[in-house]
């Protein structure tokens, strides 16, 4: 309130005013779409980023640097989205790729600027061989025991699932060191229909990159006639 009299004692009537104080704006947290992980598949498409604030008026921007670029996002309900084409996704650089989010409120109060990261890795793995312990034909000796499938990979972290796929049933096996096996039962190589056995392995690296599908076959013959 402001009061006030003139020389002769006459008061003006009394003024009252306010004002708003804000000094608080912030940024919570932030994070895309496809997560901490970008591959090759999910550059096929835009990416979005979500940003939390706390603090922050609607319609107040949010400024994400990125790669050299900036994109912008309104702020509503205290978040935000911003979109990242496609095209700049795929025009990153392999390995750790890291952003700065901004934001200022209406009062003008700037919140402390927000750093995040991602790995980007577009690289697909790749299964480079296979073969059975028993070689290349399965005899009716041979099929008296389990059989292992060996796989040789490239780019494939350990702990990784491989898969094969043989005569309609699945087999899993754990990349170490880029190489994986499978163990088929020997009642299981017993039921094969003789002559050409087609297989199939597949894999996928951390980020979730497949490699092409791996092919494979041997002959089971396990009959002899005089």
Same mark, same amino acid.
Not at 98 to 114: I, K, L
């Given at each position: 309130?402001?009061? *006030? #009299?003139?020389?002769?004692?006459?008061?003006?009537?009394?003024?009252?005013?306010?004002?708003?104080?804000?000094?608080?704006?912030?940024?919570?947290?932030?994070?895309?779409?496809?997560?901490?992980?970008?591959?090759?598949?999910?550059?096929?498409?835009?990416?979005?980023?979500?940003?939390?604030?706390? &603090?922050?008026?609607?319609?107040?921007?949010?400024?994400?640097?990125?790669?050299?670029?900036?994109?912008?996002?309104?702020?509503?309900? &205290?978040?935000?989205?911003?979109?990242?084409?496609?095209? &700049?996704?795929?025009?990153?650089?392999?390995?750790?790729? %890291?952003?700065?989010?901004?934001?200022?409120?209406?009062?003008?109060?700037?919140?402390?600027?927000?750093?995040?990261?991602?790995?980007?890795?577009?690289?697909?793995? %790749?299964?480079?061989?296979?073969?059975?312990?028993?070689?290349?034909?399965?005899?009716?000796?041979?099929?008296?025991?389990?059989?292992?499938?060996?796989?040789?990979?490239?780019? *494939?972290?350990?702990?990784?699932?491989?898969?094969?796929?043989?005569?309609?049933?699945?087999?899993?096996?754990?990349?170490?060191?880029?190489?994986?096996?499978?163990?088929?039962?020997?009642?299981?190589?017993?039921?094969?229909?003789?002559?050409?056995?087609?297989?199939? *392995?597949?894999?996928?690296?951390?980020?979730?990159?497949?490699?092409?599908?791996?092919?494979?076959?041997?002959?089971?013959?396990? #009959?002899?006639?005089?």
């Amino acid at each position: 309130t402001v009061d *006030v #009299s003139d020389s002769v004692g006459n008061a003006a009537t009394q003024h009252s005013g306010s004002f708003s104080y804000d000094a608080s704006a912030s940024i919570v947290s932030s994070a895309f779409g496809f997560g901490a992980v970008l591959n090759a598949t999910e550059d096929n498409g835009d990416a979005t980023l979500t940003v939390t604030t706390a &603090d922050v008026d609607d319609g107040s921007t949010v400024t994400v640097a990125l790669n050299g670029q900036s994109y912008t996002g309104t702020v509503s309900a &205290d978040s935000a989205e911003v979109v990242l084409a496609a095209a &700049d996704l795929q025009a990153l650089t392999e390995g750790t790729v %890291a952003y700065t989010v901004d934001v200022t409120d209406s009062a003008g109060n700037a919140a402390t600027q927000h750093s995040g990261s991602f790995s980007y890795d577009a690289t697909a793995p %790749a299964i480079l061989s296979s073969a059975f312990d028993f070689g290349a034909v399965l005899n009716a000796s041979e099929d008296n025991s389990d059989a292992v499938l060996s796989i040789t990979t490239s780019g *494939v972290e350990d702990g990784q699932e491989a898969s094969l796929s043989l005569a309609g049933e699945t087999y899993q096996g754990t990349v170490t060191d880029n190489i994986a096996s499978f163990t088929v039962s020997a009642s299981e190589l017993q039921s094969l229909s003789e002559g050409a056995v087609t297989y199939s *392995v597949d894999v996928s690296d951390s980020a979730g990159n497949a490699a092409t599908q791996h092919s494979g076959s041997f002959s089971y013959d396990a #009959s002899a006639s005089i």
